[in-house]
């Protein structure tokens, strides 16, 4: 089962720290393609909207949220391509990539 846009319980995540924000060169281009920023993306998921994860990721993902682990999300874009946005567990770091650059 796929999540989307429904939170756990409705709830928000009020500002998950994202530390540097990176972008490997295909989902610049992935971006750039669709027409679309990837900040709509990165708010999303800061703040715990973790897009298009199975039930397990959202939940693991929710879990991360006090266990300090990684937390991975995925989007589709206008045209379909799915994009992630990993924020690693030391959140020092959120790079958006596309599935194969992972």
């Known amino acids: 089962m796929i999540m989307s846009n429904v939170p756990t319980g409705g709830r928000r995540v009020a ?47 929710d879990r991360a949220l006090t ?8 989007y589709s874009l206008k045209n379909g391509v799915k994009i992630w946005i990993i924020s690693e567990a030391n959140r020092e770091v959120t790079t958006l990539l596309l599935p194969d650059e992972y």
């Open 15 to 61: 500002n998950l720290p994202l530390g540097k924000l990176l972008s490997t060169p295909g989902a610049v281009e992935a971006l750039a393609k669709a027409g679309q920023s990837g900040a709509e993306l990165i708010e999303r998921h800061r703040h715990g909207d973790w897009g298009e994860v199975s039930a397990t990721d959202w939940a693991a993902n």
């Open 67 to 74: 266990d300090g682990e990684r937390i991975v999300s995925a």
